[in-house]
Antibody
């Protein structure tokens, strides 16, 4: 069974840092691109970042570029999101998702999400 | 970036109704269009991928159609568990933008 389990969320002050983790199981993690998607309270889904299967290529939304870094450890089956210079507008539930690839590129599995609150 | 616009933003319907939600892309995305369902407090769930392909395990009352810039999600006969928020998403290029969502409520 495919599972994605996020952790690392919490309360952080503006300007602070946080690292999110996403532990993957039930599939060959190293074969799939992965993404982070966030959802501010009461708002819609917003794509944040993606990383290719071997970690050599990354892309970011303009709103987080230069502040967030996506990475992965294929030996540990874990995806990461390092978030620096956090702002109030980064407050959201952060989901890790698996990119199916194979010409479809949908997000076929999602974690349960981890809440990040940026507030003083 | 490709903008995705859903309509309506909210919809009231009754159990057994047929419901259609539309999604328009700001440029052609071929068939790279996905639909997700999100129940309150839960993670999104993939329903339809590649515009019209039903994800494994999803009931056949859900269907998708369209190509290019205009797409629809249809629920043929609403069930109580279908009252949720629905999002379209383009997977043609990164950033993989989502529509703003359509909240389906019980009438």
């Amino acid at each position: 069974e495919v599972q994605l389990v996020e952790s690392g969320g919490g309360l952080v002050q503006p300007g602070g840092s946080l690292r999110l983790s996403c532990a993957a199981s039930g599939f060959t993690f190293s074969s799939y691109w992965m993404h982070w998607v966030r959802q501010a309270p009461g708002k819609g889904l917003v794509w944040v970042s993606r990383i290719n299967s071997d970690g050599s290529s990354t892309t970011y939304a303009d709103s987080v570029k230069g502040r967030f870094t996506i990475s992965r450890d294929n030996a540990k089956n874990t995806l990461y999101l390092q978030m620096n210079s956090l702002r109030a507008e980064d407050t959201a539930v952060y989901y890790c998702t698996r990119d199916r690839g194979a010409s479809y590129y949908d997000f076929d599995y999602w974690g349960q999400g981890t809440l990040v609150t940026v507030s003083s | 970036d490709i903008q995705m616009t859903q309509s309506p933003s909210s919809l009231s319907a009754s159990v057994g109704d047929r419901v259609t939600i539309t999604c328009r892309a700001s440029q052609s995305i071929s068939s790279y269009l996905n639909w997700y369902q999100q129940r309150p407090g839960k993670a999104p769930k993939l329903l339809i991928y590649a515009a019209s392909s039903l994800q494994s395990g999803v009931p056949s009352r859900f269907s998708g159609s369209g190509s290019g810039t205009d797409f629809t999600l249809t629920i043929s006969s609403l069930q109580p568990e279908d009252f949720a928020t629905y999002y379209c998403q383009q997977s043609y290029i990164t950033p993989r933008t989502f529509g703003q969502g359509t909240k389906l409520e019980i009438k």
